[in-house]
């Protein structure tokens, strides 16, 4: 049974930092991409970051671009975004997700590609 439990959401200052991780069981995380998308209050489901299998390719939307870093350690599990420059927008609930194949075939991830979600971790950024 596949598990994705995200932590590290709080409540951070307007260009502050956090870090979120998501700690995964039940299938093997080595051999999928995995993301992390966000859903802000009265807004629809929004793709974040993607990274593939091996690490080697990331992917961010162009509002977290430059300040958000997506990263995994395959031998621990465990997916990671280290959010830098926060902004009162980047406020929601984030999601990890497990993607359906190694390597994203798009140009960039989308919700679609995701098969499996945390239950979310709230992320608040406000002064």
């Known amino acids: 049974q596949v598990q994705l439990v995200e932590s590290g959401g709080g409540l951070a200052q307007p260009g502050g930092s956090l870090r979120l991780s998501c700690a995964t069981s039940?299938?093997?995380?080595?051999?999928?991409?995995m993301g992390w998308a966000r859903q802000a209050p009265g807004k629809g489901l929004e793709w974040v970051s993607g990274i593939s299998s091996d690490g080697t390719e990331a992917y961010y939307a162009d509002s977290v671009k430059g300040r958000f870093t997506i990263s995994r350690d395959n031998a621990k599990n465990t997916l990671y975004l280290q959010m830098n420059s926060l902004k009162p927008e980047d406020t929601a609930l984030y999601y990890c997700a497990k993607a359906l194949y190694p390597f994203f075939p798009g140009a960039t991830p989308e919700v679609s590609d995701f098969a499996s979600w945390g239950q979310g971790t709230q992320v608040t950024v406000s002064s």
């Open positions: 039940g299938f093997a995380f080595s051999l999928y991409a």
